[in-house]
């Protein structure tokens, strides 16, 4: 009987030296050679599959390829590749590793806000002591409070978790109200909601709006698609409570973003934590920097210096899967575009 033939794995990304021989060890079949930040034609020819933070050949140059593992979990930026919309290769995501670090940075926004935490760093900054801090800073208790999750995925299911268990109600919005249940997808082992039975109610995605007349603080965790682009607009403002605030860490297009402005300036709203925004960087010349009821970081909620370690444990199983003729996790679906 003749060997299985071996598989050639191109690591297009800067994984150490131990997590390549933890990915060798899985099997002898696999071949596995790091390339970063791309592969020379040769490697790329041969290449069956592609670890990429990026890089994507054109198709004529990797005849063999058969399976991408992105080191992202959203997709969109990706899918303008040739090669990603190849209808015989598959392509996957990070998406589950970032569920445990956006969700407490939700969390942080959601508590910032509550404790006015913005006006706070500016007393400090002026050395100043207020004359009646009690009457200034009034938080209400979190279990009194209501969070709305829009798109149920890995990070706003663990926000889900974590709110739950401070005694918030949870609402979300999906897409696909048939099946609540996660398929197929990664999530870090204790994390999440994997069964979707946490939330008080789930929305289809279109009702957006009922669901955040009733919320204290609505969270944008969802892919950014066709269909999901500026979904966050004036009629989602309009129903807001006016002491509401908006988290955004998916992606800025999913909010209008001149809605938003105007929602805020006017009081429409209570305020917004933004950590993505439609253009990135953020201009200088945006009025989003000089408005006080807005919190803005760089992008970063999904950073974790345990990117690679958990980025390797989606394609060490991914891998096993692959060797196993079993669906691989986070796969792309081209229809939905994520």
Known sequence: MSEPERIFVTIAIDFS??????????????????????????????????????????????PKLRWIQMNSAGMNQALGHSIVQAEDIIVTSTSGIHATNMAHYCLMMMLMFNYQMRAAFELQNRAEWPQHPHELFTPVDMDRRTVGIVGYGSIGRELARLCA?????VLASKRDLSNTAEVNAFAMEGTGDPTGDIPDRIYPAETVA????????????????????????????????????????????????????????????????????EEEPLPNTS?????????????????????????????????????ENRPLLNQLDRAKGY
């Open 287 to 323: 009025p989003l920097w000089n408005l006080d009821n807005v919190i803005i970081t760089p992008h970063f909620s999904g950073f974790t210096r345990d990117y690679h370690d958990k980025a390797a444990l989606v394609f060490k199983q991914n891998l096993t899967r692959y060797l």
């Open 17 to 62: 030296d131990e997590i390549l021989n933890e990915l060798r060890e899985i099997s002898p079949r696999l071949h596995i050679e790091r390339h970063f930040p791309q592969a020379p034609p040769d490697v790329i020819a041969r290449t069956e599959v592609l670890y990429t933070t990026g890089y994507y050949p054109e198709p004529e140059q990797a």
């Open 165 to 169: 268990n401070m005694g918030m109600t």
């Open 210 to 277: 009922s669901m955040a007349k009733d919320c204290d603080y609505l969270v944008v965790t969802t892919p950014q698609t066709a269909a999901t682009e500026h979904l966050i607009g004036d009629e989602v403002f309009e129903a807001m409570k006016e002491s509401a605030v908006l988290i955004n860490v998916s992606r800025g297009a999913i909010v209008d973003e001149k809605a938003l402005i105007t929602a805020l300036s006017s009081g429409q709203i209570g305020g917004a934590g933004l950590d993505v925004f």
